[in-house]
């Protein structure tokens, strides 16, 4: 008997992090939905700008400071044949 509610509650364990997987891979396919669809390209290609009503918006310090931190690393010139 005893084994039999390990069994279940295995079981049951699993069922609840499957379910727990596909919630937070769906929630993930959500979120990655493209802001940029055809119709934003055609208003970029008309007006030259594009206002995008989006939930979290650039963060320009952020996106300024990570440009800084990539052109400042140093660079390897490439050896050998191309």
Do not use: C, N, Y
């Not at 390209?41 to 931190?69: A, H, S, Y």
Request: charged content about 30%.
């Amino acid at each position: 008997m005893l084994t039999l509610i390990w069994f279940v509650f295995a079981v049951a364990l699993l069922v609840a992090a499957g379910v727990s997987i596909h919630v937070r891979r769906k929630g993930a396919v959500a979120s990655e939905t493209p802001v940029v669809d055809d119709h934003v390209i055609e208003q970029i290609l008309e007006t030259g700008v594009v206002f995008i009503e989006e939930d979290e918006p650039l963060d320009l310090d952020d996106v300024d400071d990570e440009e800084e931190r990539f052109w400042s690393e140093s660079w390897d010139e490439p050896t050998g044949e191309w």
